[in-house]
């Protein structure tokens, strides 16, 4: 007891005795001094703590940076005998010890001999200006464009130094940028002069975005009354061009979710619209094309991992496959009785989307599966202040596709035209040899692998789960009802429609008040047009 | 007036139901009151109140059959009119907590104490008292209707689109009372009662009363619907079903009988909903889920829509087979429910009660034929398209 006693005297003392040597020479450090100060933030309070994890980010090393990541993770451990730090990795029930600055192994001890060393929020922000200060100069371009914008996300005046060197160090023109914005923001925080700061305040609100707001609106709180006028005229400006970025984010949202919903909702137009089926097994056609793109991505998983990337283009097909012999057989077996009796239909169909939810609850278990993004997929780009992801890029490109490819099979080619006639007059399209029941089937097939290559794309942005088409027929019936029935461009009109403005609403009302005013539109928007936007006319419309 | 009307509604099937069923609401409850436990004609509370249950389901299948199979207006949003019969009876039983409650409120119920309610909103005012809350039961699913069917049926909307749309209208309110903010208890509902009318709501006396209260409601639910049925007003009613235009071309005003129709329907149903929640305990959203509704249309369709007592059968089969499915196989409930579906639809569309009386109208035919004269008989009238 005496000796620890000593021993953490002992440390105090060296605590001191390295910021004391921090001041005086801020740049060379020896490996021995960063070992000790290491050390040292293992009996440290936070506070000393965070004086040490600042000093250790002045030093310039990068090979601390390791072991201020694992104090953030809580993964640096204290031996408890002689009070060592060091970096820990899991090795059965004892822990291996590795060398925090030179990453050598040493040795396992059990859990017992070790002791965490105890990490705040305010200890992780300090490490993480460290880190980012020491990555900032750092040869690799995107460690050091990471460490900017951790900068920018973590602003504090003791990283000012490191940032103004980076900066006067930098040639890339997209770090520079941020270098600067990092720059602006920490000076705020820091002691430097009035003017200093104003200039610093111009740099933000020409940076522009949400987070700069919020920037402001921290740095109003801490600053002087003088700086208040232009750290508001900053917040009303920058405020004004949200507006528009805003209304843009939110139709590019609208447009995604649009996309959605078209792709949901095509299928449907065919079966409903063309067929005069009311589907409710629809959604879980789309289910089944999402669950087969899970079975393709985990054969592909197992058996051939370098082609995940092709994964989605090897489960359209197979998605087609299923899901249109699935609808063929529900056509054959159960729809072709039912013909002329739609509201019977829906009763049918519902029977068979419960057996469809059933049995691949039965087979897949009733949990969520994972399906990968192919790299393609993941990630995102800006264009023009919008954070754009691929997956709904794609998702968009992907629905507008099919949907014209839709549409040049039913104007172009010769199972089109048969389609048509059989819909505008079912006899005598018969008595021109047109075989009807075959037309209906496929048809049908068609409807059903439609909903399949919407699974396809659907897995890649939702749950892939037993109620997954559960959660789409609704809004499906919405569409095709509100873009009018038997015409594919009411759909398309009637999705995007939906989207961007169930988009608009969300902000104002909230995601679930604006589902419920979108519809309460839709209900009252029947009826002013009980036949949808894009109205068939004529005999069609009371058969 | 009133005794023609009886005696209209009164055919024999219909007097043999309602003997039945007044029969029930006297015998269940005196045979689980009164019968030593050991007694084998001994009915268990569970299983009165397992059965009060199936009763208003049977209410509800009631009320669709009248709009469906009377009317052709197949509603996909009838479980939200029994929903919210059920918050009525539900919100009464709340406030009749009083400060029994967790938080020990006398006026505010558990859940606003929780999300730092301040005040009772103003529509919760008045369910302190019995006979507001037994009124809301009707008026607030009979209002929506209205409203709804209002619009509806003025500007035509029929067949299949108004089905989409009914069922977008319970699933619009699905969502709405999820919402912590609505002041419905939110996902959890109301639940928690501890008495009705002073009675303690567990006890069995109360569950007794309340199954024969539930008895003697559909009793009388199915005297209402087969005096409407089979009045002259009936009759234009499956003229509607069947041939709407031409029914408007008589010169009758199609949408005022749909909306009379669809009105009752909804206030049966809520009636419905206002006796299953005492007894179950419980109401919550879930209870407007689009499904719940769907399955009230299986019910109809399995008894037989268009014969009134069909749904009551079949309610109260489907429902018991539902019990006995999911304690024996869960997981093949729902595989028989959907095949339940297929089946009725393709080889069952009149329905159970409709294929026996057809088959008996048929044996009946056939026996005339047999002792009578042959006679050519026309073929059937073809519809015109």
Redesign the interface.
Same mark, same amino acid.
């Given at each position: 007891m005496f000796y620890r006693l000593i021993f953490a005297a002992f440390r105090i003392f060296f605590v001191c005795l390295s910021l004391a040597l921090s001041l005086l020479a801020t740049k060379a450090f020896a490996a021995d001094d960063l070992k000790a100060m290491v050390n040292a933030l293992g009996t440290a309070s936070f506070a000393q703590a965070e004086e040490l994890v600042n000093n250790l980010g002045k030093s310039g090393d990068p090979n601390v940076v390791p072991a201020l990541e694992a104090l953030s993770e809580g993964d640096l451990f204290v031996r408890k005998s002689d009070g060592q730090v060091f970096l820990t990795k899991r090795a059965g029930s004892k822990l291996e010890l590795i060398d925090p600055l030179t990453g050598a192994s040493a040795g396992e001890e059990a859990k017992s001999a070790l002791s965490k060393v105890k990490v705040n929020n305010s200890l992780r922000r300090a490490i993480r200006a460290a880190i980012g200060g020491l990555t900032l100069m750092s040869p690799d371009r995107t460690v050091r464009l990471q460490a900017a914008q951790s900068i920018l996300k973590a602003p504090s005046a003791d990283s000012l130094e490191a940032v103004e060197t980076a900066l006067a160090a930098e040639q890339d023109a997209e770090i520079k940028g941020v270098l600067e914005s990092a720059r602006a923001v920490a000076l705020l925080s820091s002691d430097r002069s009035l003017d200093d700061k104003k200039a610093a305040i111009e740099v933000i609100k020409e940076r522009g975005g949400r987070d700069s707001i919020s920037i402001l609106m921290t740095a109003a709180n801490s600053a002087d009354e003088a700086l208040r006028p232009d750290i508001d005229a900053a917040i009303t400006s920058i405020e004004n061009s949200l507006v528009f970025a805003d209304a843009a984010q939110n139709v590019w949202y609208g447009l995604s979710l649009g996309s959605v919903l078209l792709l949901a909702a095509i299928g449907l137009a065919i079966t409903f619209g063309v067929m005069g089926i009311i589907n409710m097994a629809h959604g879980e056609m789309v289910m089944l094309g999402a669950y087969s793109t899970f079975v393709v991505q985990n054969i592909i998983r197992t058996s051939y991992p370098e082609l995940f990337d092709w994964s989605l283009a090897i489960a359209l097909p197979v998605a087609i496959l299923v899901t249109g012999a699935v609808g063929l057989v529900i056509e054959r077996g159960v729809i072709r009785f039912l013909y002329g009796r739609p509201l019977e239909t829906l009763l049918a169909t519902w029977g068979i989307s419960l057996i469809l939810q059933q049995a691949v609850r039965t087979i897949f278990g009733p949990t969520n599966q994972e399906v990968g993004n192919p790299s393609w997929m993941s990630g995102a780009f800006e264009l023009g202040g919008l954070t754009i992801t691929w997956n709904r890029m794609w998702i968009i490109v992907f629905s507008l596709s099919v949907f014209f490819a839709l549409l040049f099979l039913l104007k172009r080619s010769a199972f089109g035209l048969q389609m048509r006639a059989v819909t505008q007059n079912r006899r005598m399209a018969s008595s021109m040899g047109i075989r009807t029941p075959w037309v209906d089937a496929f048809t049908f097939a068609l409807g059903s692998s439609i909903a399949g290559m919407a699974g396809v794309a659907l897995s890649q942005i939702d749950n892939v789960s037993p109620n997954l088409g559960q959660s789409y027929i609704i809004d499906s019936f919405m569409v095709v009802v509100f873009g009018g029935v038997g015409n594919l461009w009411g759909t398309l009109v009637g999705a995007f429609t939906l989207g961007i403005v169930n988009k608009f609403l969300e902000p104002y009302a909230g995601a679930v008040l604006g589902k419920i005013l979108v519809l309460v539109l839709i209900i009252l928007f029947i009826q002013k047009r009980p036949r949808g936007l894009f109205a068939l006319k004529g005999r069609a419309v009371e058969a | 007036m009133i005794t023609a009307f009886l005696l209209r509604s009164l055919d024999r099937k219909i007097i043999v139901a309602i003997a039945v069923l007044l029969a029930l609401a006297v015998f269940v409850p005196a045979s689980n009151l009164l019968l030593p436990e050991d007694s084998p004609l001994h009915v268990p509370t569970y299983l009165v109140a397992l059965f009060g249950k199936y009763l208003t389901y049977a209410l509800l299948a009631l009320a669709l059959d009248l709009v469906w199979g009377y009317c052709g207006i /197949?509603s996909l949003g009838h479980g939200a009119f029994f929903a919210l019969g059920g918050y009525a009876m539900g919100m009464y039983l709340m406030r009749q907590i009083g400060p029994r409650g967790v938080y020990g409120d006398a006026i505010l119920p558990d859940f606003m104490v929780f999300l730092n309610w301040k005040e009772l909103p103003w529509f919760w005012y008045g369910f302190d008292q019995f006979w507001f809350a037994a009124l809301m039961v009707v008026v607030v699913p009979g209002l929506l209707a209205f409203v709804?069917g209002w619009?509806?049926f003025?500007?035509?909307?029929n067949?299949?689109?108004l089905?989409?749309?009914t069922?977008?209208?319970t699933?619009?309110l699905l /969502?709405?009372f999820?919402?912590n903010d609505m002041g419905f208890g939110g996902n959890n509902g109301l639940t928690d009662f501890k008495d009705i009318l002073g009675f303690n709501i567990q006890a069995g006396g109360t569950r007794a009363a309340l199954f024969a209260a539930s008895a003697i409601m559909l009793a009388l639910s199915l005297l209402v619907a087969s005096g409407i049925v089979r009045s002259k007003f009936g009759k234009v009613l499956v003229g509607i079903r069947d041939a709407e235009s031409r029914v408007r071309f008589l010169g009758f005003r199609v949408e005022h009988m749909k909306l009379f129709t669809f009105v009752v329907s909804a206030m049966m149903a809520g009636i419905a909903g206002a006796l299953y929640v005492p007894q179950v305990g419980i109401i919550n959203p879930g209870e407007f889920a689009?499904?719940n509704s769907?399955e009230v249309?299986?019910w109809t369709?399995v008894g037989g829509r268009a014969t009134l007592i069909g749904p009551i059968i079949g309610a109260v089969l489907v429902n018991g087979g539902k019990t006995i499915f999911t304690g024996l196989f869960p997981?093949?409930w729902?595989?028989a429910?959907?095949? /339940?579906?297929?089946a009725?639809? /393709?080889f069952l569309?009149k329905g159970i009660v409709g294929t026996i009386s057809g088959y008996i109208a048929s044996r009946r035919e056939y026996r005339k034929a047999a002792s009578a004269k042959p006679v050519p008989i026309d073929a059937e009238p073809q519809a015109a398209e």
């Open positions: - | /197949l709804f619009f509806a003025r500007s035509r909307v067949g299949v689109y089905s989409i749309i069922q977008a209208m699933y619009a /969502l709405a999820f919402r689009p499904a769907i249309v299986i369709a997981e093949f729902l595989f429910l959907g095949a /339940l579906f297929v009725v639809t /393709l569309p």
